[in-house]
Antibody, heavy 119, light 107 residues
């Protein structure tokens, strides 16, 4: 069955970086986009960007340009999202999701990784 | 970016009730709208895509309609497992954007 399994919760100080992983299984990793969506406590969902594992091509939301980097390691079918210069309002659950295209709905999601930014 | 505005923000209903949630887009998104159900601490679950297509395995009491700028998610008869937050998403224009969510709570 298709699964996306994410890394565990993180606690970071303001100004630090965080790298969240998303291990895919149950399908051909290089055939589908991996998208990253975050949700701050009590807030709505926010798309951050996507990567195509085959080419490594990325598309970032303008809000995160210059602060986010999405990568992948096809040998271990894992995608990564690194967010730099963390602020307290980056505290959120970060989800990976599989996408058929660059602009799509999401039928498969990771379980989420809670990132807490606090001094 | 296209704004997706959901109403209401909170809805109180009882088991067996018919429930309707609306999502309005700031510009036409054609039929490229999805609806998700989310429970606390869990990832969203896709219910509807392309405005009205039921995702495999989703009960038929869920239905979606609309096109252009106005979309509706309907639960024909609310079940105990349906108390959750529902969000719409447009994926017609980059970046894809979500509504702020509608919490369906037990009256």
């Amino acid at each position: 069955q298709i699964q996306l399994v994410q890394s565990g919760p993180e606690v970071k100080k303001p100004g630090a970086s965080v790298k969240v992983s998303c291990k895919a299984s149950g399908y051909t990793f290089t055939d589908f986009f991996i998208h990253w969506v975050r949700q701050a406590p009590g807030q709505g969902l926010e798309w951050m960007g996507s990567i195509h594992p085959n080419s490594g091509d990325t598309d970032y939301a303008q809000k995160f340009q210059g602060r986010v980097t999405m990568t992948r390691d096809t040998s271990i079918t894992t995608a990564y999202m690194e967010l730099n210069r963390l602020r307290s309002n980056d505290t959120a659950a970060y989800y990976c999701a599989r996408g058929v295209t660059a602009l799509t709905s999401f039928a498969y999601w990771g379980q989420g990784a809670l990132v807490t930014v606090s001094s | 970016d296209i704004q997706m505005t959901q109403s209401p923000s909170t809805l109180s209903a009882s088991v067996g009730d018919r429930v309707t949630i609306t999502c309005r887009a700031s510009q036409s998104v054609h039929n490229r709208v999805a609806w998700y159900q989310q429970k606390p601490g869990k990832a969203p679950k896709l219910l509807i895509y392309k405005a009205s297509k039921l995702e495999t395995g989703v009960p038929s009491r869920f239905s979606g309609s609309g096109s252009g700028t106005e979309f509706t998610l309907t639960l024909s008869s609310l079940q105990p497992d349906d108390f959750a937050t529902y969000s719409c998403q447009q994926y017609d224009d980059d970046p894809g954007t979500f509504g702020q969510g509608t919490k369906v709570e037990n009256k």
